[in-house]
C-alpha cells in the first residue's frame, strides 16, 4: 500500500529531526570531551596520566609503536606505529606520522602533525596534535579520535604556553 504525501513529509521530518538530534548529541558529547581535556591540559601533570605507552623500534629513524590496542574491537591489537621527526626543534619544517591499521579488514588511517601524542580518555583513542604557531606560541592543539571508522575530528585548542590551554572550537 502507498502512503499519502503528508505521511511521507511526517517520516522525513521525523528522519531529519532523529539527525539533528543525533548530531547535537555528538557535538554536546564532544564539548563535554573537550572540556574535560582543556581542564586537564590546565593541571600541572596536563595528560601525562592518559597518555599511551609507545614502544622505541629505532632510534635512528624516530620511529615507536603502540602494543595492546584493540581500536576496531575484534579482540585482536591492530598495528599503531608513529614517527616522530625532529623532536628537539619546535619549529620543525617537517610533521610527525601516525599511522594504524585494523586487524580486522587491514584498512589503515593515517595523521600527520608537528607533534603527536596518543591518550585515552574514558576508554576512548584519541590522537592529540600540537604545532607551535611561533617560537613564542601560542601552540595549537586538535584532538581527533582514532576509531574503526577512521580518524575524526573532535575539537581544537590555543595554548599560550605547555600549561596554559583554552578551548576555542
Not at 548530531?23 to 563535554?32: I, K, L
Not at 617537517?94 to 574514558?122: C, G, H, M, P, W
Not at 600540537?130 to 575530528?153: C, M, R, T, V
Amino acid at each position: 500500500m502507498f502512503t499519502t504525501s503528508k505521511k511521507v513529509k511526517k517520516i522525513g521530518l521525523g528522519m531529519f529531526g532523529a539527525l539533528v538530534l543525533m548530531a547535537a548529541v555528538s557535538a554536546h558529547a564532544s564539548n563535554q570531551l573537550c572540556t574535560a581535556v582543556g581542564d586537564q591540559l590546565n593541571k600541572s601533570l596536563g595528560l601525562t596520566p592518559f597518555f599511551v605507552e609507545e614502544t622505541l623500534a629505532d632510534i635512528n629513524t624516530g620511529s615507536f609503536y603502540i602494543s595492546n590496542i584493540d581500536i576496531d574491537n575484534d579482540q585482536i591489537n591492530d598495528v599503531i606505529s608513529l614517527i616522530r621527526i625532529e623532536p628537539g626543534n619546535i619549529l620543525s619544517a617537517d610533521n610527525s606520522l601516525l599511522k594504524y591499521t585494523l586487524s580486522s579488514n587491514k584498512k589503515a588511517y593515517k595523521i600527520e602533525a608537528q607533534y603527536l601524542s596518543v591518550f585515552r580518555f574514558e576508554a576512548r583513542l584519541f590522537v592529540l596534535t600540537s604545532k607551535w604557531l611561533s617560537k613564542e606560541g601560542p601552540i595549537a592543539k586538535n584532538i581527533f579520535e582514532l576509531g574503526k571508522d577512521g580518524i575524526q575530528y573532535r575539537c581544537a585548542f590555543n595554548c599560550t604556553s605547555v600549561n596554559a590551554c583554552f578551548q576555542h572550537e
